[in-house]
């Protein structure tokens, strides 16, 4: 048995090994996680740097363990979750649904409003709608070869284009390092658990797995080479926040400036760069916000279409290896559709209230959801004995979960209150 995995892992080409991992961590930096990556930068300099190491640290377990889960079982993580019972369809049947509808509308507005800035042409609302059916072409026949090339050059573009703002803005290297330090500044609680718990990660987390079986990775041969895949993605994606925070900590803390919450405040940064180094450098910028919100958009159109297709052939009776279950199939496509077309109006009517309260409460009870179920997966029978949790991924996940129930409170405190 270990030579067969032995051979397996030594066929996968140096390249080929960095696939699934790229694509989960590229989806989940959206244009929100870099405008609190600033924020933090503009409020406290590099006293949070230590958190988006520990951010990287926290996906890096998690999305190894719904890897680990996905190759050694041969299951999916929903047919996981519905193995600790029925209270895990009701939570996700309405998060999957209600987050579908909001989140399509703010990756619209996202791309729109890159778009917007970076055209002059057009409004918001039309960049988000065309941005929308750009996403849907791109995903709409499943395949994943196609699909992880595009990821690809967007991940590009987002690391060239905020490293490069970094490199302008000359970042302070011995400052930088002091925050390596653990320590949280004065009112700065939340700003720490948010920028901790946002590093490249929400429901596309749980996605990692539908992506390994669509490279092919479905067997725990694949183990050693998903774990290189994972750590390198975030890796990099540690890279490309840490620039983020250069930016925050140069351009904003050190001159007193500061932009909006909300995606707009990539607009204004856009219009720092540019005061301070010309139009060139604000527009390059703006590529790269576009490619980050792109590529959250495009990754969440394919990802968490698979996990739809998957819950919808699983309560209706069906396998998750049945054609409904997998890319292309007709609830994968549905779901598509249901991300791209009715939150359209949102773009055009605004956002309901309660809609958005419903959404908040129940995404901030995802993470903790995810820590949570991958530690009762990990631990018991539900999972082969020799890849099951040992004692320091047990104690890792403990302390991931009781930081993402601390920040679920504080966001589900925070949704309650703006109602």
Known sequence: MASTTSEEQTTVPRW?????????????????????????????GYTLLWCV??????????????????????????????????????????????WGFVYGAAAMAGTGLALAGLTGVLSVTWW????GLIGLALVWTGRYSTFEKVLAALVGLMFVTMVGAALL??????????????????????????????????ITLAAY???????????????RVMRIDNTVAYVVTGLFVLATLVVGAELLYSTNVAIEQGDAGLVDLAVVLQDRYGEWAGKVFLVGFWAAAMSSLVGVWNGVSLMFADFMTNVRGGTSEDADARAGGKWYKAYILWLTFPP??????????????????LGAFFMPFLAVTLLWLLNTDRTPVEWRNKLHSNVLMAIIALAFVALCV??????IAGA
Not at 23 to 42: E, F, P, R, S
Not at 53 to 75: H, N
Not at 209 to 223: A, D, I, V
Request: one cysteine or more; aromatic letters at 10%; glycine letters at 16%.
């Open 16 to 44: 080929g090994i960095i696939g699934p991992g790229l694509v989960v961590a590229a989806t989940g930096v959206g244009a929100a996680d870099l405008v609190a990556t600033l924020i933090a930068g503009q409020k406290f």
């Open 53 to 98: 190491v520990v951010g990287c640290l926290m996906k890096i377990v998690l999305v190894e363990g719904a890897g680990r889960y996905s190759l050694s079982t041969g299951r999916t993580i929903f047919e996981g979750w519905r193995s600790l019972g029925i209270w895990t369809t009701w939570y996700f049947a309405p998060y999957i649904v209600i």
């Open 128 to 131: 988000g709608i065309i941005s």
């Open 169 to 202: 803005a000359t970042p302070n290297i011995p400052e930088l390092l002091t925050g390596l330090a653990p320590r949280i500044p004065d009112g700065g609680l939340v700003n720490t658990l948010a920028l901790a718990g946002g590093v490249g990660g929400t």
């Open 209 to 223: 797995g539908y992506w390994l079986r669509e490279k092919g990775w479905s067997t725990p041969s694949y183990m």
């Open 344 to 361: 359209m109006a949102m773009l055009f009517l605004g956002k309901p209230v309660w809609l958005i309260l419903a959404y908040g409460v």
């Open 410 to 415: 504080n966001e589900v405190r925070k949704a």
